[in-house]
């Protein structure tokens, strides 16, 4: 098979994935069918669990929460509609020895 002599042809930008969005309602249902605990008793803990993980990203630490992952603040921008923060997540490979391996590609 021959190679193009040609470097300059470049290939554009991929075409963006349209994101998946798992929305609060979503989560609660999962989680109240996973563990057999009523809606109610869910939802108490879901928001408190948000709040807590908002509060730890917006002081900049480092959540170590196993299965999800290690996730460090990367960047932070405020906007007028709010504060923009920018996570770095490392995840653990699905049979791999090695604590933190990084599945996002970077």
Same mark, same amino acid.
């Not at 563990?35 to 869910?42: A, E, H, I, Y």
């Not at 709040?51 to 929460?65: F, K, N, Q």
């Given at each position: 098979?021959? %190679? @193009?002599?040609? %470097?300059s042809e470049?290939?554009?930008?991929?075409?963006?994935?349209?994101?998946?969005?798992?929305?609060? %309602?979503? &989560?609660?249902?999962?989680?109240?069918? +996973?563990?057999?605990?009523?809606?109610?008793?869910? $939802?108490?803990?879901?928001?408190?669990? &948000?709040?807590?993980?908002?509060?730890?990203?917006?002081?900049?630490?480092?959540?170590? &929460?196993?299965?999800?992952? +290690?996730?460090r603040v @990367?960047? %932070?921008?405020?906007?007028?509609?709010?504060?923009?923060?920018?996570?770095?997540?490392? +995840?653990?490979?699905?049979? @791999?020895? $090695?604590?933190?391996?990084?599945? @996002?590609?970077?």
């Amino acid at each position: 098979m021959a %190679r @193009s002599k040609n %470097r300059s042809e470049k290939v554009g930008p991929a075409e963006p994935e349209t994101a998946k969005v798992l929305q609060k %309602r979503q &989560l609660m249902t999962q989680v109240a069918r +996973r563990t057999g605990l009523r809606n109610s008793d869910v $939802k108490t803990v879901v928001e408190a669990t &948000l709040a807590e993980l908002g509060d730890a990203m917006a002081l900049g630490m480092t959540l170590a &929460l196993p299965p999800l992952g +290690r996730a460090r603040v @990367s960047r %932070r921008n405020d906007s007028s509609g709010g504060e923009v923060i920018t996570l770095r997540l490392r +995840r653990r490979l699905q049979g @791999s020895d $090695k604590d933190g391996e990084d599945v @996002s590609g970077a």
